[in-house]
């Protein structure tokens, strides 16, 4: 039983526009406690949640939402606006089975005009909702509020510029932490600096000292040393107003008695145009360990409120992540060509490590995937040897640069493709579904999948020597399996796959990090005295032809596995099948594959159960498959 004072009664926006301000100040202290009791339960994305309480509350006390659409970017910080919207009691459901997601989420509630779980896509949305509003006259206001990081990205300024050009009436908030998920990359005040600075910033000396009246004196002296004031409201108004924008800031984030107002004033504007406010923000605000963290506890397991302790599994097994960091380093000591890329993500993909061991050969773009690979292939020209580190699910946004810039000019840039398969908790949009599909497709590229952290190990080094055409190799998230570790010069032969075990009648043959279930799926067939065989392909991408016609005419049935979509290494296999006419004298096949849907968060082995590829589902596949003797009969 909780005991609020204000957040026991609020249920829905509506409900905090009987409060005052003083009133909303000590909902908002409410709002923090509660998010940080949630979060502890149920872990998630801690630090940009309790980075915008004020923001959110002020958003839905000045707007109506969810008559004005309220969109929010990527969705890490939408926990609060989850509160506020109608999901106060199942917030400790997050990222659960059946439970709320951890991002905005269209078919979860009418607050959620727009679903994103991926950054830079809220400007261009509700660009796309005001322009929609203007054509069905109808006047509703539509916010989008977005990251200093994601800010950064291409996209949003694309939409920036529309929106300026197009003149559309819409309100974009900054919401300015110097806190991507990378600090480094993405700050705002920085690249604003950076962008604009030297002798505009001198020019417009005079023009900034105007500006600065604006502000008080106090606000002024929060704002940090008054060059960096001067330079932050300069560049920030100069760049978004060049691109069509009525610009307002920096504002505080966390005081109500300035949001409040100032957007109140947004809304009654009669500005024809897009109105962009930049609001400065603590990431981790309120929660003493969060704002100590290095990360600001931007993701977090279940941890301990007083103590701030997450808790961690107690394994001893390697994380595939940190084999391939630990790996190229260790290649990157013997050539100095090897060099890393990553988009945003350096600790989520290992180049953190890397970067640790050779500070000036990793690169972290930021949110930009799209130039990392068009990146990578620029280096690769020049004889380096770019290893473009990115999480498949995001490797999705960069698809024409991997087929012009890189694929068609056959340029040796290696992917290594993080969080490849289901991913649990973050739920469909960031699991890695579709990368063996979309790049099994493309003509002379190299596509591997590690079965476990060794052969991780051993494609890794076999990329090394990839000069000719661009490679990827992808790997799950979590843990290995627990084998030793070769050498960095072990390597493997282009498009040859490995027999694991010698069985008859029926062999599988799996692409990826399902040889475990089927391994364990083949220790209970045999219990059922059915000895199947079980190959290991390696490469989707050439396919072991010689491999594949052996087993084709070895045994009765053939199964291939892989943790992906349809169009993918079971697809290449069913072609090679059917051109060698292998299929035409009763050979059985059935391909294993993600089933045509996207599957909603829960824990990866429930997930993967009902995907139908765990090893009670492939041992059921297993015994159909022998047992199968269908006719097809002609329709009367």
């Not at 439970?99 to 809220?122: I, Q």
């Not at 900054?174 to 806190?179: A, C, G, R, T």
């Not at 032969?493 to 083949?522: D, H, M, P, Y």
């Amino acid at each position: 039983m909780s005991n609020y004072q204000y957040l026991d009664k609020v249920n829905f926006p509506s409900d905090i526009k009987k409060l005052s301000i003083e009133e909303l100040k000590i909902f908002s202290t409410e709002v923090r406690k509660e998010l940080i009791n949630a979060v502890s339960v149920t872990g998630g994305h801690l630090g940009a949640g309790l980075g915008v309480v004020e923001l959110t509350v002020a958003l839905h006390y000045i707007f109506d939402t969810p008559n004005d659409k309220l969109i929010w970017d990527v969705g890490h910080q939408t926990y609060p606006h989850k509160i506020l919207t109608g999901r106060k009691g199942k917030i400790r459901t997050l990222r659960q089975k059946n439970g709320l997601s951890g991002f905005t989420k269209r078919t979860e509630s009418e607050y959620d005009p727009f679903g994103a779980a991926h950054s830079s896509t809220s400007i261009s949305s509700a660009l796309g909702i005001a322009v929609a509003n203007k054509l069905s006259n109808k006047s509703n206001d539509v916010v989008a509020v977005i990251g200093d990081g994601a800010i950064s990205a291409g996209m949003a300024y694309e939409a920036m510029n529309n929106a300026g050009v197009s003149k559309t009436k819409m309100i974009v908030i900054l919401n300015d932490n110097d806190m991507s998920i990378a600090k480094p990359v993405g700050a705002m005040r920085s690249y604003l600096a950076k962008l604009l600075s030297g002798k505009l910033y001198f020019s417009l000396r005079e023009i900034s000292k105007l500006i600065i009246s604006i502000f008080s004196k106090k606000f002024s002296v929060k704002a940090g040393k008054a060059e960096d004031f001067l330079r932050t409201a300069v560049t920030g108004g100069t760049l978004f107003n060049s691109l069509g924008f009525y610009y307002v800031g920096p504002i505080d984030g966390h005081n109500l008695d300035v949001l409040i107002p100032v957007l109140k004033n947004a809304k009654e504007s009669r500005h024809e145009g897009p109105i962009m406010i930049h609001v400065k923000t603590e990431k981790g605000k309120g929660y003493t360990f969060a704002e100590k963290a290095s990360d600001k506890y931007h993701g977090v397991s279940k941890f301990n409120i007083q103590t701030g302790i997450q808790e961690k599994p107690k394994v001893n097994l390697p994380a595939y992540t940190k084999v391939f960091a630990n790996t190229l380093i260790k290649h990157a000591e013997k050539d100095s060509k090897i060099v890393g890329i990553t988009a945003a993500m350096p600790s989520g993909t290992g180049m953190d490590i890397f970067g640790e061991r050779f500070p000036k050969r990793m690169f972290d773009v930021g949110i930009a995937e799209q130039h990392a690979v068009t990146f990578a292939g620029g280096l690769a020209t020049e004889g380096f040897k770019p290893y473009t580190a990115i999480y498949s699910t995001f490797l999705q946004r960069a698809y024409d640069q991997v087929v012009h810039d890189v694929a068609i000019q056959s340029l040796p840039v290696r992917f290594a493709i993080d969080r490849a398969g289901l991913v649990g908790a973050d739920g469909p949009t960031h699991a890695g579904s579709f990368d063996i599909t979309y790049l099994s497709t493309l003509p002379n590229f190299v596509v591997m999948a590690a079965s476990d952290e060794a052969e991780l190990v051993k494609m890794i080094n076999t990329s090394v020597d990839i000069n000719d055409k661009p490679s990827a190799f992808r790997y799950p998230r979590g843990t290995g399996v627990g084998v030793e570790l070769p050498s960095i010069d072990e390597k493997l032969e282009i498009g040859k796959g490995r027999i694991i075990q010698e069985g008859t009648k029926l062999v599988i043959i799996n692409f990826g990090a399902r040889l475990a279930e089927c391994l364990k799926a083949s220790i209970s067939l045999k219990k059922k005295g059915i000895n199947i065989s079980i190959a290991d392909a390696r490469f989707a991408k050439p396919l072991d032809e010689n491999l594949i016609w052996q087993l084709a005419t070895d045994h009765e049935a053939i199964i291939t596995i892989e943790e992906g979509s349809i169009g993918g290494f079971g697809s290449h296999v069913a072609k090679f099948l059917f051109e060698k006419n292998l299929l035409d004298k009763g050979l059985k096949f059935r391909s294993m594959i993600l089933p045509d849907k996207f599957i909603d968060q829960d824990k990866p082995e429930s997930m993967y159960k009902l995907a139908g590829l765990d090893s009670q589902s492939i041992e059921e596949r297993v015994i159909d498959l022998l047992n199968s003797n269908i006719v097809l009969q002609k329709q009367k």
